[in-house]
């Protein structure tokens, strides 16, 4: 049974730092791209970053200099460090892995930006 558990959310202050995790069973996890996604409310779910089984990382325009994505593939784990937020990075954040064509989710975990 494949599963992704992201943990780490929670409510920060404008200008404060959260690192997402998310820990992947039931996958060959070496093998797998992994990104990082987001959806605010009433808003469509947007890709935030991902990193490549070869450690290749990329990021969408808003987020780049802010966020880090990492993988530890010892522990199967991938992991969004977050700094410089803003009350726009306000969504739940869900973690996806894909290989060919296979994609699972996570159940996503909730990041709140406010003073």
């Known amino acids: 049974q494949v599963q992704l558990v992201e943990s780490g959310g929670g409510l920060v202050h404008p200008g404060g730092s959260l690192r997402l995790s998310c820990a992947a069973s039931g996958i060959i996890f070496s093998i797998y791209n992994m990104g990082w996604y987001r959806q605010a409310p009433g808003k469509q779910r947007e890709w935030v970053a991902g990193?490549?089984?070869?450690?290749?990382?990329n990021y969408v325009d808003s987020v780049k200099g802010r966020f880090t994505i990492s993988r530890d593939d010892a522990k199967n784990t991938v992991y969004l460090q977050m700094n410089s937020l803003k009350p726009e990075d306000t969504a739940v954040y869900y973690c996806k892995g894909t290989y060919g064509p296979l994609a699972y989710w996570g159940q996503g975990t909730q990041v709140t930006v406010s003073s």
């Open positions: 990193i490549t089984s070869g450690g290749s990382t």
